[in-house]
Structure formats: C-alpha cells, structure tokens
C-alpha cells in the first residue's frame, strides 16, 4: 500500500480555440498513517520538478487554500485483534463461502479519528457488494443494489451477534 493522489478537478483557459494562458488542478491524496499532508505536498513539488508550478493545501475544514500543509502525521493503524475479526470471518464464510476477510484502510472521514487518537481500536467494517460491472462510489448517481443493500443489512445483523455472543 501507499499514498495515492489523482487530479479530481481540472480548471484551465478561457477560450476554446486558444491555448491557456493558467491551469489549475485540484489533487486528492489518500495518505497512509505515518506521513503528513506537508510530506505528500512537497512530494508533489519534487515531482512537479517545475518552479512554475504552485502545489498549494486547501484545508479541508475551511476550504481555505494555505501554502503549507499540516506537518502532523495519521494516526498509526490499528492491528487487527483475534476478537474481532475471528467472528467476522465465520459470519463471512457462512454468507459468502470462500470469500477472504481482507484488512484494508478504509480512507476519508470517521469517527475513528479520535478513538484510535483515545486508545481504543477501531476497525470499519464493510458489508454491502459492489457490482464489479457498475461501479459508481462518489459519482452524480452512486448506488448500490438493492439486493446488496438488504444482503448489508443480513450481514450487520449476523456480525454484531457473533460478536457479542457469550
């Protein structure tokens, strides 16, 4: 795994039959624990390799756009515990025989942010299929089936009984 950034806003010129005299780009970074927002901008500067070009923080609280970047780090990942995912890979099993439990981080905001940052582990857990063909997250018109929906909710339900089962 690693950090990723990809261009998700593009702004440049003024006309359509002329080249443009200013471009902009908005970039999103999924940045993994242990790095800050300031590594990954003066990353992008080394790669840029350009003095023309500005990379620029936009604070995601206040919109506003800072020349630097916070120098804090993510919060370090939570290991897996045995109580946890133990009960998660027979509920798996039972509804989707053979499917992996797979760790992953699970990007963007969540209320993990300050029980990781307090000492309690926290873990995401995701229980509703993606269609491979029709993928649609952050999209105009994201959704998901209908069946996955209720198969989510069969999931929810099935995985907090095993875990507080006695």
Known sequence: MRTTCVPTRLNAGHANNALPQTAQAVVNC????????????????RVFADPKVVVRYIDGATNKILDRAPDQQAIPATPP???????????????????????????????SIYTVAAGMPSYGIGGIAIDHDDI???????????SAY?????????YLKALTAP
């Open 81 to 111: 515990r045995a109580d946890v995912f133990q009960p998660l890979e027979r509920v798996v099993d039972e509804m989707w025989p053979g499917a992996p439990v797979v760790p992953d981080m699970e990007n963007g905001a969540s209320d």
């Open 150 to 158: 209720f198969d989510g909710v069969d999931f929810y339900y099935r």
């Open 30 to 45: 999924r940045i993994l624990p242990g790095h800050s927002a300031e590594e990954v901008r003066q990353d992008l500067i």
């Open 136 to 146: 649609r997250a952050h999209g105009k018109d994201e959704r998901v089936r209908v």
